[in-house]
């Protein structure tokens, strides 16, 4: 199974990104998606995410400005990211909890990561 994320990039704080993340691979089932994203010297940090029904959740900090949507067919994710500010600068990193067989459980996956720099 690889992950492979796009979309990231330089921006003006107030503007907005669109994250993409694609899954390949022997996929039965992909159950949770997400983003987490790492600053420069801070540790890795919960982003968001989406299970496979559909329902999310946020950090505080991303509330209102951020939206993650997840098309099954296509095996994608997606973090709509608005209104960036500064400290949304680091690099993204999507991930996926896949099923490669219905008799197995859930492994959980990483994206390469993404570069997001929002400039002042």
């Known amino acids: 199974v690889q992950l492979v994320e796009s979309g990231g990039g330089l921006v003006q704080a107030g503007g907005s990104l669109r994250l993409s993340c694609a899954a390949s691979g022997r996929i039965f089932r992909i159950n949770d998606m997400g983003w987490y994203r790492q600053a420069p010297g801070k540790q890795r940090e919960l982003v968001a995410f989406i299970t496979s029904d559909g329902l999310t959740n946020y950090a505080d900090s991303v509330k209102g400005r951020f939206t993650i949507s997840r098309d099954n067919a296509k095996k994608m994710e997606y973090l709509q990211m608005n209104s960036l500010k500064p400290e949304d600068t680091g690099v993204y990193y999507c991930?996926?909890?896949?099923?490669?067989?219905?008799?197995?459980?859930?492994?959980?996956?990483w994206g390469q990561g993404t570069q997001v720099t929002v400039s002042s």
């Open positions: 991930y996926a909890k896949v099923r490669v067989e219905y008799y197995l459980e859930a492994t959980l996956y």
